[in-house]
């Protein structure tokens, strides 16, 4: 009895997966406009991979993308990419919730509404490389409620790398460590818990350092114009870049996903 019931849950997941696959598929395959980045990568892959295709502020996006694009068209090798994460986004929030809760009802339901939510829409359709953060978050959220502070902060420094936004999720970050470990700091194991932190913050700032270091040593940029790139986006002051919407403007790409999401229902 027990091991079919192991067996039910393993082909409901496996179902679940698939639904996700074919939900998210869909509408990466829409493709009415592209985010400008994704677009400006895919056409530097086109043309011959250089250190100028390493932006700063997504480092591992084309690392990831140059992982595959030997064997795929550079957008198509994007748009794979966007899949398997935004699978991974959901499935994790899925297994997220189920964890914490033990009540699979719960956890169906938080996965659903972050799958039909319009903004993760949104970022599918354009083929927004924003979305593939989102797992590393979900995995640094996780080992977090585990107290896994070390393995939680690698994943957060990974999804910060893949794209600079995931540093809005570092005050989460901090903030959870300190409710959670502010009595334990006052008692005498006080050290350890303090040594225990302080490992986590240096598994969080070493990837970043080396990483932005590295490229900065390879770009030949100083530490203000380091500082500059990390804090500044070339794209509102770049009208050259605003190709990727076809002209259209952000009402008409608001419309064009609402409708490519309302024709699936």
Not at 11 to 30: D, G, K, Q, S, T
Not at 59 to 77: K, R
Not at 89 to 112: M, N, P, R
Not at 221 to 227: R, V
């Amino acid at each position: 009895m027990e091991k079919r019931k192991k067996l039910q849950k393993i082909r409901a997941e496996f179902l679940l997966i698939i639904f996700f696959c074919l939900y998210i598929a869909y509408f990466v395959n829409l493709h009415f406009f592209y985010d400008w980045d994704t677009v400006n990568l895919a056409i530097g892959f086109k043309e011959g991979i250089s250190i100028e295709n390493f932006d700063l502020r997504h480092l591992l996006v084309p690392a990831m993308v140059m992982c595959i694009s030997p064997f795929l068209e550079p957008l198509t090798a994007f748009k794979v990419l966007t899949i398997i994460l935004g699978v991974l986004l959901i499935y994790g929030t899925f297994k997220f919730s189920y964890l914490e809760t033990k009540d699979i009802i719960f956890a169906y339901v938080s996965s659903l509404l972050i799958l039909f939510n319009f903004g993760i829409v949104f970022l599918l359709t354009s083929l927004e490389d924003n979305i593939w953060m989102y797992p590393f978050v979900v995995l640094a959220i996780y080992y977090l409620f585990q107290d896994k502070m070390k393995i939680s902060a690698i994943f957060m420094s990974l999804a910060i790398l893949i794209h600079l936004q995931a540093a809005v999720f570092l005050i989460m970050f901090i903030l959870y460590i300190y409710l959670k470990h502010r009595e334990l700091l006052r008692i005498n194991e006080g050290y350890i818990n303090v040594r225990k932190i302080i490992t986590a913050f240096l598994c969080l700032l070493i990837p970043l350092s080396l990483s932005y270091g590295a490229l900065a040593l390879l770009r030949g940029l100083s530490i203000p114009e380091l500082i500059s790139i990390l804090t500044t986006s070339d794209y509102r002051s770049n009208p050259d870049w605003w190709y990727f919407s076809s002209d259209r403007n952000i009402i008409e790409q608001i419309k064009l996903v609402y409708f490519g999401l309302t024709s699936t229902f």
